[in-house]
């Protein structure tokens, strides 16, 4: 998980990333991480998943408070273990402790450890490289269980506060923030040192990030889509033209309507005048064979 602060002041803030235990509210809370972002600029948090634990020990019944020897260092890779401190010989004369995971389970987001070293022991848990909650002093046949669900916390601490240390309650209440569990985000800081400083929580990181610029996207081909087509209806019944003629033929194909009827009186008439003479002709003396008189006049053959 990744934590981005926005310092949005004129100067330089520092940040404190920790944990409280629910178990122990009154203890003090110890920085785990500590984050300086410039005036107008920017800082990450990076917050890894898995825990690691490991105790540390003295021979010395009488000054536990001095530890020299330390135990194997286990992984947890989920949110809920239980573990054992035993101890291990070395030898004729040489013996230690060692840590190793126990039968008897723990509850959800818890982690237990119980001591079945002869002397007590310091135990550690840990994020990356530094304590999320103070060392804490194990006596034999002591059992230590811690809250691994706990949220994160941030808040403004003074340019005094170290990784490690344990904050100034006063301090961290006046800013102080819960942070969502398993997600991260933008947290501006805006304010003074004379005015007092106070925490927004802005657009989640990955939203954040898109408003940054970036290089332009290859267009996204997309599929040409059609309507579907209708059905082919049958082609309508046109009517047939006349052939084209010339304009000769087409006067002589298609005579005028008066003319037509000229036509017609005239054959009628001429039918009516043949039945009148018995069907026969008369035909017309030929006259311009005969030889002409001396007054120019044809003669008679008479």
């Known amino acids: 998980m990744k934590l981005e602060i926005a310092n949005e002041t004129s100067g330089i803030v520092h940040v404190a990333l920790y944990k409280r235990s629910p178990l122990r509210p009154s203890e003090p809370a110890v920085a785990w991480a500590i984050v300086s972002p410039p005036p107008r600029g920017r800082a990450i948090f990076s917050i890894p998943r898995d825990y690691r634990v490991f105790a540390r020990y003295s021979f010395s019944p009488e000054d536990p408070w001095q530890p020299v020897y330390q135990t194997n260092a286990l992984s947890l890779r989920r949110n809920h273990d239980s573990l054992a401190i035993r101890e291990i010989s070395l030898g004729r004369s040489a013996w230690g402790a060692i840590l190793t995971r126990n039968v008897r389970g723990a509850g959800l987001g818890e982690l237990r450890i119980e001591n079945t070293f002869s002397s007590g022991v310091w135990c550690h848990v840990q994020l990356g490289e530094h304590d999320v909650h103070p060392p804490r002093l194990l006596p034999p046949r002591g059992v230590l269980i ?27 209440r006046a800013t102080e923030i819960e942070l969502a569990a398993g997600e991260g985000g933008v947290y501006a800081i805006h304010g003074s040192p004379t005015r007092g400083y106070r925490i927004t929580l802005g657009a989640p990181l990955h939203e954040e990030r898109v408003t940054q610029p970036k290089k332009a996207a290859a267009p996204v081909r997309t599929k040409r889509t059609t309507p579907p087509r209708k059905p082919n209806k049958p082609p309508l019944a046109q009517p047939k033209k006349a052939p084209r003629t010339s304009g000769k033929k087409r ?52």
Do not use: C, M, Y
């Open 146 to 172: 811690e809250a691994l669900a706990s949220p994160f916390f941030i808040a403004v601490v003074s340019p005094l506060a170290r990784v490690g240390a344990p904050l100034v309650e006063e301090e961290i």
């Open 251 to 302: 006067a002589q194909a298609t005579p005028k309507p008066d003319v037509q009827k000229q036509a017609a009186a005239k054959k009628t008439a001429k039918q009516a005048t043949n039945r009148r003479h018995g069907g026969r002709k008369t035909k017309k003396k030929n006259t311009s064979s005969l030889p002409a008189s001396s007054d120019g006049e044809p003669k008679s053959s008479v």
